[in-house]
Each structure stands twice: as C-alpha cells, then as structure tokens.
C-alpha cells in the first residue's frame, strides 16, 4: 500500500531557530515529490522535486529529495512567525497524488 | 477570479439530506481531484477523474459520488450526508504533462448535524 510519512508531525519552536521537516515515502510509479504550505484555506505550492541531490531554494526555505532512500526533507532557516502554519509532503504517481498527514509548524514570537 | 473556483464555500446540513459540492476550472487541465481533509490526517483522496468519460476511486470514496460534466467542472455528491463527513473539502487540478503540481480551489467546509 502507497504511503507518504510526514515527521514530526508537530514541532514549536522559537523565531529565528532552524527546523528540518521530513517525508518518507513508499510509493510505485514515483513521478515527483510536492511540498505545500497550508496556512488558513487552500495549500499553497512551495517546490516540485524530481531528481535525487538537487537542492532547491526559495529564500529561507530549501528542500532535496533522496530517491535510494525515499525520503525529502524541507529546511526553513531564520523562521519567522509568518511560517507558522502545516507543511504537506505529497508524492505523485502516474495516476494519483497521495498526501502525508502534515507537520504543523508554530513559531513563536 | 479564481483559477478553481467551489461552491459552497461553507455549507450546514442535516443527517440524511443530499449534498453537492460543485467544482469549476478554468486552467484547461484534464485531470480534476476532490479531497477532504480532517485536523490531523492530511489530505485523503476521494475521487479523480482524467477526463470526462473517466472516473477512479480514491482512497476514501465510500458515502461519496461524483459527476464530471465537462473538462472543466467536477461535482461531488453526499447522497445522505452522515456527521463523520464533517470536513473540508478541497477541489484541484493538474496538468499531466510534465511531474504536475496540484492547483486548490479555496475549499468547502461542510458541517453535518
């Protein structure tokens, strides 16, 4: 059975600290993996990654995807309290795109 | 306006009543998804479709149907709306060509009581 583990699944740090969200996966006919920020409504898309080792950056926000061992991890150094909200991993096959349960981010003040 | 566009965008009903979430796009993509999502447990797939004609199971499609009318505009139903389908629900799309981000409309919340 397909699925995409997200940890932690919640995590409370202060502003300014660094935090590493993870992703493993087991899923057949991998395509990409998306990473999301779920703030008050809809996601919204943060990187598509399809290729092992290749870092990519957004401002603070860096992500790279591991193929032999099936996991990515997102990186948000410097956090502001802007970057609370919940980070969705999901992995597309060639037919669906199957979600984790999200890591719900708190940055305080 | 929105490139995905749902209605209701909050809807409270009672048990046993029909629901129909409503689903419009106007991004010319194919491939069209319904998702709830409950605090906790992330996005869980309901239905897709690739076109009009072709219709899939998700992974939680009990209590749920769905009607594609045209490329653009994917419904889903509550045939007898139970309380546990509390939930928001999202539309999206993608386009297949290439590895194909989700595009979400701004989500249905449904209450049922």
């Known amino acids: 059975e397909d699925k995409v583990v997200q940890s932690p699944l919640s995590l409370v740090v202060h502003e300014g600290d660094t935090v590493t969200l993870n992703c493993s996966y087991e899923v057949t006919n991998f395509r990409s993996l998306l990473w999301y920020k779920q703030e008050k409504k809809a996601p919204t898309f943060l990187f598509m990654l399809t290729s092992s080792g290749i870092e990519k950056k957004s401002g603070r926000l860096s992500s790279i995807l591991d193929k032999k061992e099936l996991f990515s991890i997102l990186n948000i150094t410097a956090t502001q309290t802007g970057d609370s909200a919940i980070y969705l991993c999901?992995?597309?096959?060639?037919?669906?795109?199957?979600f984790g349960k999200g890591t719900r981010l708190h940055i305080l003040p | 306006d929105a490139d995905v566009t749902q209605t209701p965008r909050n809807r409270i009903t009672k048990t046993g009543k029909r629901i129909m979430l409503e689903c419009s796009q106007t991004k010319g993509h194919d491939r069209m998804y319904w998702y709830r999502q409950d605090p906790g447990l992330g996005l869980r797939l309901i239905y897709y479709?690739?076109?009009?004609?072709?219709?899939n199971k998700g992974e939680i499609s009990d209590g749920y149907s769905v009607s594609r009318q045209a490329q653009a505009k994917f419904s889903l139903s509550l045939e007898s709306a139970i309380p546990n389908q509390t939930a928001l629900y999202f539309c999206a799309t993608s386009d297949p060509v290439g590895a194909g981000e989700l595009f979400f409309g701004e989500g249905s919340r449904l209450t049922v009581l």
């Open positions: 999901a992995v597309r096959r060639d037919d669906k795109i199957i």
């Open positions: 479709s690739f076109d009009v004609k072709d219709i």
